[in-house]
């Protein structure tokens, strides 16, 4: 059975940082390209970024509010995808979700929460 | 980037009848090599992580009832469900993943009427 494991969220200051890990389970992590999306409180999904497999060269892309702030990384060795987020601002406030995929999300963690707060 | 907008933004339904959510695309999202539309809907219950649905815009995953159906190419896609259920109370979002970054629509809130 797939499991995904976010951890790391909790309530930082702005300008701080945080960094968030997915341990996964059950598949081989290191076939799949993999995907962080937030969502704020009561808002939508939004997609924060990916990285490529080593096969496929372990490349990243962000979205555009995260770019240069935040940066994904994958240990395949732990089984375990992250998220270092740098220079943290309030609209950051978001649960963040880990999943399989770099194009279609076939398997969603349950989140962890991020609340970016003075 | 390309603008994903759903209509409605919410709806409701009485069970047993016909639910149609719209998405549409700033750009096309159908990659002309393979054919494929690049457009995901993505099922989202109250507290849970959202659930792939359907993917290359009809395709459904293997957990979805045959009710669900997805249709449309290039920028205006549909997704149908044909007879309401009660558990299918949950709010529905289509993504592209055609470029980067993979927007998401705004979402689709759907209610039993």
């Known amino acids: 059975e797939v499991q995904l494991v976010e951890s790391g969220g909790g309530l930082v200051k702005p300008g701080g940082s945080l960094r968030l890990s997915c341990a996964a389970s059950g598949f081989t992590f290191s076939n799949p390209w993999m995907t962080w999306v937030r969502q704020a409180p009561g808002k939508g999904l939004e997609w924060v970024g990916r990285i490529k497999s080593k096969t496929d060269g372990g490349t990243t892309d962000y979205a555009a509010p995260v770019k240069g702030r935040f940066t994904i990384s994958r240990d395949d060795s732990k089984n375990t995808l992250y998220l270092q987020m740098n220079s943290l601002k309030t609209e950051d406030t978001a649960v963040y979700y880990c999943?399989?995929?770099?194009?279609?999300?076939?398997?969603w963690g349950q989140g962890t929460l991020v609340t970016v707060s003075s | 980037d390309i603008v994903m907008t759903q209509s409605p933004d919410s709806l409701a339904v009485s069970l047993g009848e016909r639910a149609t959510i719209n998405c549409k695309s700033s750009q096309s999202v159908l990659y002309s090599s393979n054919k494929k539309n690049y457009l995901a809907w993505y099922q989202q219950k109250p507290g849970q992580p959202p659930k792939l649905l359907i993917y290359w815009a009809s395709t459904r995953e293997s957990w979805v009832p045959d009710r669900f159906s997805g249709s449309g190419s290039g920028t205006d896609f549909t997704l149908t469900i044909s007879s309401l259920q009660a558990e299918d109370v949950a709010v529905y979002y289509c993504q592209q993943c055609y470029s980067t970054p993979h927007t998401f629509g705004q979402g689709t809130k759907l209610e039993i009427k």
């Open positions: 999943a399989t995929g770099g194009n279609n999300l076939n398997y």
